[in-house]
């Protein structure tokens, strides 16, 4: 086995040519292999195996700055700088994260997880170059449509003007997640079809040089284009046509679902784990499935992740015109539904927290300051969504709670969701933003609003009744907060328990009532701390005679730190809670 | 005179065609006589006049929608949509605002203020009536610079997709604020050289149908062209070349600097007030340039408005390859400030706190999870700012102070932002952002600060020492807090008076003494209270005995509301203070 004796880019310098499709075929085996046992990016780094054992012959990594977008593609890249055992040995898994980051190597130059990023840091990093007066290559890899986001577009803009000696490699695999959207990829494909020699050229339009390469699995042919590219003064694309899934059967077949498989059976593909119970992915597609049914006007958008909202394959053809998928462009996604809620239709933007961020203007600008009655259903906000410092999901009500004209809803159950997107659907004065519960679905019949509850007044609910402390127990921490109460209970403290359902908005009269009623106010809350919504409590009570305790989690980027772990690290435990009330009490 | 008598399109419409190009010199004169009384965004809105005409002559707004991207240049709009009194008669000129608002007229659809969002915009518009089967037109006009935004890319890209009747008028003159900048620029300006025939055509490439028209002047060829183009049943983009300031020789002359002049003298195109005390933008433009020169590392960055930073063309030519202006581009000016900064250079990006919000993922994924050591000058944000709800620039710490890893400092004087500014150039290890003071300079060596000060652990600054009352006044609002504790003296009330200089760190052992010595603390935040940082503070004391009074902006979008009385409506005078502060010691 080659793979197990590359600690270095040198090592993969120094192997014969003729080996390398060997390599190639390790490095596929070993990203199916890990995979299967653990999940993974299964399409798109299948799709660069030739790709980035190419680069790594033909550049000095990290002499040569090499930056990958996105980096869900940077297993290869993992195995052939120094991290394949990680790869290789199920009990070394651990030692790599999904993503580039530092801190894992000096090959790994940024940590990066969203998209559409790769080819402005190249820009940056050759400018300092520039002004240095250094001479190392840059390359950006960019592809998995990320070529929608406006970021990209704007790098590939001002790469033209910088003028500037960098790389970018179109990685064109004809898919995002989903299939591709937009213009940009009816002008790829054009290109595809005539090997790169349409005068359709986008990118030369721009002031790009531009180079076609038919075969990106074709590894000799990768190192010797690289190698006429190696030292270039002046921007240059290099399209690359690869495959999604490339030499694993049921991926290339299927690459939405293989997109990121969870743990599956090598031979057969089909995953491990039997299906569980309907997740709110489910709930909410065939939900809206059916209103739509009902109201022509009912338009459901996803910005390249249609499967988070239930919207598979099916779906979205049954939907027809009222589902749209914009790709990667989540600004646009905003803004086309502020486009839409102003005309009379009601979007339903169903997307993850941690890339609305890309939004956040189009949010405050367009869809709040127009008080545009819109849903957006965010999902992934929550101390038990992805743990990648990259995806963290629990800086959303920071980033929504503050936005004027914003109703930020946080359901504890099942019967709550649903019954908050119904009332956002027909609710006409602004924007609802619905934080989806991600710690599973429940189901509390106790907890369903009252038929014909307004939500845009927030009403606290009060669950228990007690005097001496009152616990406000936000969303999926609701049921931290029911743990809390008991503990509480049973060393003789009176428990108040609250579920506050809105993050943007204070029900004054019942906090007004509670600061008089007890002697101690906590807020728990599965987000930031800083910015988020138990300092607005804090602050709002904060000249009554009532002491006020926030738990929620620290401003900064834990990095695959399992939930449970950071929960405590942040004083967010059952007897950490307890004890913290008790001496309030004292 | 015409316009006088013209209250809406259908008088537009009615008017002899040989009379438009008089009712285009009205216009012009009323664009430039209304500026010169009260200051107005000149060249944008004289380039656009005969468009303007020949759209509302062509065009049945408001059943046709016509969307204005930025609308700073909708004055010739709204004049002919009943509000030309506004321009011709002084005393009337307060009843517009220099943006398109739903609030004024129904011709204006949105609130509209940043740019790159006319293009979502009218896919929404275009969906909402594809969907409803209504057949009405759906006009976009983008250009000054506003195309390198990624957002308006995000749009078009959509848009082919799209394949709905929306026509898109590229209104062509060569300028952002400043010249336009990108590989799109240089791609149109071959399409104006060819007069459209050019086979490098970005349009096209993305699957739109494009139109060129030479003369944007020329009101008869508009109309013309219009009438071809209504109902038209796919996307079609007319590309129509103008000419910043057309007709207004100064403007023409100079389109940077009649991009929004302040008040002028018509025949000479003087100002009208003597140029003042250096503001900080001179401030900062030459304390920056003298460092470039001594280290060239250094590189100064603008997102199209160069100005605000003290970067005159004079200073951009002395940087040099110093300074980057990215264009209308500022999530790729974050994005490139990290490239920069990671490879070992030193970004300053100069931006409006209002629009910095287009980069917020960017600032969150990577900048600051990058720890990327870059500085952040950010302008406007406070209450005496714009006041455009469009523009308000007080939500700055709610954006910024939640960001993990970023320090973000808030000096009161022109020696403490002096001293922060050149502390970042030489910190290493994260990004820190300066709230520049937006009230003026004022500056006071008895605030600053102690020579080699580290900023990146906030330490109060005691400036006056009392029991009864602490009151902590950030950056701009010091000034209020001095004249708070200067009231509060004289009723007897001891008071402690202290500058933060920090909106996103707290200094914890100053507070905690503070709790203990004081009966009640006050925060005074010249920014919204939501998400802020008084919030934080009040928190932090939560569990403490000590009463805790948070003052600062309500979360709201008040347009053209004068920081006075917006102040005075969030209970924020002296008096107000006061007497809160009176009701809490009793």
């Known amino acids: 086995m080659y793979l197990e004796r590359i600690s270095s880019p040198a090592d993969v310098q120094a192997l014969d040519a003729s080996l390398l499709p060997s390599l190639c075929a390790e490095i596929r085996r070993a990203i199916v292999d890990s995979s299967a046992a ?7 780094n299948l799709a660069v195996v030739e790709l980035t054992v190419a680069l790594h012959r033909v550049f000095n990594s990290p002499v040569d700055k090499i930056v990958f977008d996105v980096s869900h593609q940077s ?60 001479t190392y290559n840059v390359v950006a890899v960019i592809g998995d449509g990320s070529l929608s986001g406006g970021l990209a577009f704007e790098g590939l803009d001002n790469l ?11 990685n064109d695999n004809g898919w995002s997640i989903a299939e591709d959207h937009g213009g940009i990829y009816a002008s790829l494909a054009e290109l595809r079809r005539t090997a790169g020699t349409s005068e359709r050229n986008v990118f030369r339009d721009m002031g790009l040089d531009y180079r076609f390469l038919a075969d990106g699995h074709d590894v000799a042919a990768l190192v010797e284009t690289f190698s006429e590219l190696r030292g270039t003064d002046h921007p240059v694309v290099l399209h690359v046509c690869t495959v999604k899934g490339r030499g694993y059967e049921p991926a290339e077949a299927n690459p939405e679902a293989w997109h990121h498989p969870k743990p599956f059976d090598v031979a057969t593909g089909l995953p491990r784990a039997a299906a569980g119970a309907p997740g709110y992915d489910e709930i909410t597609g065939s939900h809206l ?7 022509p006007k009912l338009v459901a958008i996803s910005a390249a992740t249609p499967y988070i909202m239930g919207f598979t394959p099916a779906r979205r053809a049954a939907a027809g015109r009222q589902f749209v998928d914009v790709g990667i462009a989540e600004e646009h996604a905003v803004t086309f539904a502020t486009g839409l809620a102003m005309a009379g239709a009601h979007p339903v933007l169903g997307i993850y927290g941690t890339f609305l961020q890309r939004a956040y203007d189009e949010l405050w600008h367009d869809l709040c300051l127009n008080g545009a009655p819109a849903t957006l259903l965010v999902f992934g906000g929550s101390v038990f969504g992805a743990n990648d410092a990259t995806h963290l999901g629990f800086f959303d009500i920071p980033m929504l709670a503050a936005l004027p004209a914003l109703t930020y809803l946080a359901p504890v159950c099942r019967e709550e969701y649903l019954a908050m997107l119904d009332w956002s659907l027909g609710y006409t004065d602004g924007p609802v933003a619905i934080r989806v519960p991600a710690h599973g ?66 029900d004054e009269a019942c906090l007004d009532e509670l600061a008089c009623s007890h002697r101690v106010v906590v807020t728990l809350e599965d987000g930031a701390l800083a910015g988020g919504w138990g300092e607005r409590v804090a602050a709002y009570l904060g000249s009554r005679d009532v002491r006020v305790r926030c738990f929620g989690l620290d401003k900064s980027f834990p990095n695959r730190v399992p939930a449970d772990e950071l929960l405590a690290a942040c004083g967010i435990t059952v007897p950490a809670i307890v004890s913290d009330v008790e001496a309030l009490l004292r």
């Open 75 to 134: 297993y290869a890249h993992k195995m052939l700088t120094g991290r394949a055992a990680a790869y290789l040995d199920p009990a070394r898994a651990g030692e790599v994260s999904g993503f580039s980051n530092p801190a894992e190597s000096p090959h790994d130059l940024f940590s990066v997880g969203h998209t559409s990023t790769s080819v402005s840091l190249a820009c940056g990093l050759a400018k300092a170059r520039d002004l240095a007066g250094d």
């Open 38 to 44: 653990a999940g993974g990016h299964v399409g798109s």
């Open 441 to 506: 679905v429940v189901s509390r019949l106790d907890l369903a609003p009252a038929a014909g509850e307004d939500f845009a007044r927030p009403r606290y609910q009060v669950v228990r009744s007690g005097s001496d402390v009152a616990l406000l127990a936000l969303g999926t921490f609701f049921e931290l907060g029911e743990r809390v109460a008991d503990a509480l209970a049973r060393v003789g403290i009176r428990v108040t328990l609250v579920n506050p359902r809105s993050a943007s908005d204070l």
């Open 160 to 170: 033209a003007e910088l003028g500037s000696g960098v790389i970018v490699i179109v």
């Open 289 to 295: 499935l059916e209103r739509m049914a009902a109201d």
